[in-house]
């Protein structure tokens, strides 16, 4: 992902070498504001999509697919990462919103963690999202000054 004057999708190699791009700048389908995450799964590109608040679905070759969740997508508050779990779920972190929405690839919203604070359970401004080999998940919760795990 790549934002800052390209707010596009870069592909390469292993090795480093430039096979593709897709999208741009933009509000229309298949152009982003600010794509800050995306996540790879069965040939599937999804891409968070901070400024626009969605979730755009891309083939690994870069064609637009459409949103996640379309043609009712959730309302997303900045989501600024996104990252699949061992269960097959998309986890997007929304910065503006400073909760965790869960959805399947097929778009349907699984549940909804946190709200925006400082107290267990809440985020100011989480920025990233990682899942290790184990299956946890951990959210930067750049306000609070804390990184927040999930699972044990």
């Not at 090795?15 to 995450?37: D, I, M, Y």
Request: glycine content about 16%; charged content about 20%.
């Amino acid at each position: 992902c790549e934002y800052g004057g390209n707010d596009r999708i870069q592909k390469f190699t292993r090795e480093g070498q430039w096979l593709a791009s897709f999208g741009g700048f933009g509000t229309a389908p298949g152009c982003f504001q600010r794509p800050s995450g995306l996540a790879w799964h069965a040939g599937l590109v999804y891409v968070a999509d901070a400024i626009n608040n969605r979730v755009l679905v891309f083939r690994d070759d870069g064609q637009y697919q459409g949103l996640l969740g379309a043609p009712n997508p959730p309302s997303l508050g900045l989501p600024y990462d996104i990252a699949l779990g061992p269960d097959g779920v998309l986890n997007i972190i929304e910065y503006g919103a400073g909760r965790l929405t869960r959805m399947t690839p097929t778009g349907r919203l699984v549940g909804r963690l946190g709200s925006t604070g400082t107290s267990e359970g809440q985020f100011a401004t989480p920025w990233g999202i990682a899942i290790d080999s184990r299956g946890r998940l951990f959210v930067a919760d750049t306000r609070n000054r804390r990184i927040v795990r999930f699972g044990s």
